[in-house]
């Protein structure tokens, strides 16, 4: 556990990239409002972001990267996105994107979903901070789960002070509410309003982008297709049966192929490994038999998660 947290200036970039290089959390402004920011391709940290937010379940985060080379490295751009980006970007509108196979991004991040949301903000501080980091930064609004979107310092402290490494203070945040959020799907899509008006998004694109009605795309964690195994999943199961692959919490001695989300019961290396371990025993087996998880802490969004993927 992190004891204090280091409220730090723009003059330490350079220590702030190496603590998220080590895995770390690091609060920094943006022109939206502050993120919460880890190494998007670090599992471990990255579930430390929902654990710091107690957040209940893995909804997928923004991925925050410094300019257009590093988008290309994890996402596919559909014409109209390219159109989007070449007015917008950098600044406060997110682009859902199709996400590149095999470029390092954590599970987690997408919480399974093909498509990942990035954006590059024009912040001086964000914008400094992910060209000194040059990788991709997951990063959510720095506050805890249900409350209010952080635009100082003092409001990230005030909601995250002893749970996160540090803060990068800059001052007011310009925008003051999050990103506008636009996905692609037979066309572009509005799934959240937000810091850029829609009557610019429509300027470019040359007609009036059309409103996601369907609530479950805004919350994509709640999407069927979000994340389904093709194997039968048996959730807090005691033991495997002879026909099932075991996904464990903690030690055992089945000799069924297995792999175990901590072997010291620890919930936030849980989560890192969940949709990693569920992918891979969903590829050696039709049957996985899963241990009981505690319900506390990071465990509600992981029995979530596996509610969902077994129902
Ligand atoms: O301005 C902002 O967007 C701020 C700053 C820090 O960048 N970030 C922010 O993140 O508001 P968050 O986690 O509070 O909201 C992210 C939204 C969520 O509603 C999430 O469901 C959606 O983005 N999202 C992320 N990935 C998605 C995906 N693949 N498909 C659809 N929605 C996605
Ligand atoms: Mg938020």
């Not at 990255?46 to 994890?74: M, T, W, Y």
């Not at 099932?244 to 936030?268: I, K, Y």
């Amino acid at each position: 556990m992190i004891s204090s947290t280091q409220r730090l200036g723009p003059k330490d970039i350079p220590a702030a990239a190496a603590m998220l290089r080590d895995g770390q959390l690091v609060a920094f402004p943006t022109e939206t409002v502050y993120g919460l920011g880890a190494d998007a391709r670090n599992s471990t940290a990255v579930a430390g972001i929902f654990a710091a937010k107690s957040r209940p379940q893995f909804n997928p985060l923004i991925v925050h990267v410094a300019d257009l080379e590093a988008v290309e490295k994890i996402a596919e751009i559909p014409s109209e996105a390219r159109a989007l980006a070449a007015a917008f970007w950098p600044g406060p509108l997110t682009l859902v994107l199709p996400i590149r196979s095999g470029c390092g991004l954590s599970e987690l991040v997408t919480a399974g979903l093909d498509t990942v949301a990035v954006r590059i903000p024009s912040n001086p501080i964000a914008q400094a901070l992910l060209k000194e980091f040059g990788g991709p930064v997951a990063a959510p609004s720095a506050n805890p789960s249900g409350k209010i979107s952080p635009t100082t310092a003092g409001h990230v402290l005030d909601g995250l002070s002893g749970k996160i490494a540090a803060v990068i203070d800059g001052g007011h945040c310009d925008v003051g509410v999050e990103s506008t959020i636009v996905g692609f799907n037979n066309g572009p899509v509005l799934l959240r309003s937000g810091g850029l008006p829609v009557e610019l998004l429509n300027a470019v694109l040359r007609k009036e982008i059309r409103r996601n009605t369907d609530d479950s795309i805004t919350a994509p964690g709640q999407l069927k297709s979000h994340y389904a195994p093709k194997a039968m999943l048996r959730l807090n199961a005691v033991a495997p049966e002879s026909n099932e692959a075991w996904l464990g919490f903690g030690p055992h001695n089945f000799t069924a192929p297995s792999l175990n989300l901590s072997q010291t019961r620890d919930l936030t290396e849980a989560a890192a490994n969940l949709f990693a371990h569920l992918h891979a025993l969903d590829k050696i087996s039709a049957r996985i038999a899963v241990a009981p998880i505690p319900t506390t802490g990071l465990g509600l969004a992981i029995n979530d998660r596996l509610a969902r993927a077994a129902s």
